[in-house]
């Protein structure tokens, strides 16, 4: 896709909106006031609103390699404290996808530069899970348990979070881990049990 193409789709979609509702983007303007903060990978081909059949102004989006939550990056916490405090979101989803380029990375040893501290927070999660991913002897099959065990991780990493455990407890917010499949189109709800999670580091929680 060249850069003009995208000015001419643009316009395009433009029109498209316009034809049918004329105050669409008037009404965009006035401000947002989305339901779910989505955290998922930047690959290209996990694209967020498109897959949940979501509208602008319905999602608040943050998007990494390996949809990773890192408590010293300045980045994704600004987003969480931004969209749980502010926006005031009801939902707060993990996506993982299977065929991550991240997390496939993170199962080698190869030194790739500055990615080696981010992958590094990947190749914690399979430390954690080691006993469990050896036993997989199917390649693919390990995996793709690495991606959805990654997942269960940053869901942990968002409940220890000060913002999201308060609003868990004080009104209910809820946090899902989910996985896209690429090779099918499908979302799979991982149904991780944040409660227990959240009960297992209410206690950390309290003391740091
Ligand atoms: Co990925």
């Not at 530069?113 to 981010?118: C, D, E, H, S």
């Not at 036993?135 to 000060?162: G, H």
Request: charged share 25%; net charge negative.
């Amino acid at each position: 896709m060249n850069v003009a193409q995208i000015f001419e789709n643009n316009q395009k979609w433009v029109e498209q909106k316009l034809d049918l509702d004329s105050q669409y983007f008037e009404r965009l303007s006035k401000g947002q006031n989305p339901e779910v903060l989505y955290i998922g990978c930047s690959d290209s081909r996990v694209t967020a609103e498109d897959m949940m059949g979501a509208q602008p102004g319905e999602i608040f989006v943050h998007r990494n390699i390996a949809n990773m939550i890192i408590n010293t990056d300045l980045s994704s916490m600004s987003v969480v404290n931004y969209a749980v405090n502010h926006l005031k979101v009801n939902h707060v989803v993990v996506c993982g996808h299977y065929f991550c380029g991240g997390v496939k990375a993170a199962m080698g040893s190869a030194g790739l530069g500055i990615l080696n501290p981010w992958l590094r927070e990947i190749r914690d999660v399979y430390r954690l899970h080691k006993a469990e991913l050896d036993s997989i002897t199917d390649e693919d099959a390990r995996y793709n348990k690495l991606i959805e065990l990654n997942v269960q991780e940053q869901c942990t990493n968002l409940i220890k979070n000060e913002d999201v455990h308060t609003a868990f407890e004080e009104r209910g917010l809820q946090v899902h881990g989910w996985v896209f499949d690429i090779a099918s189109g499908k979302l799979i709800d991982l149904k991780i049990d944040i409660e227990a999670i959240a009960n297992q580091y209410l206690n950390i929680y309290k003391l740091s």
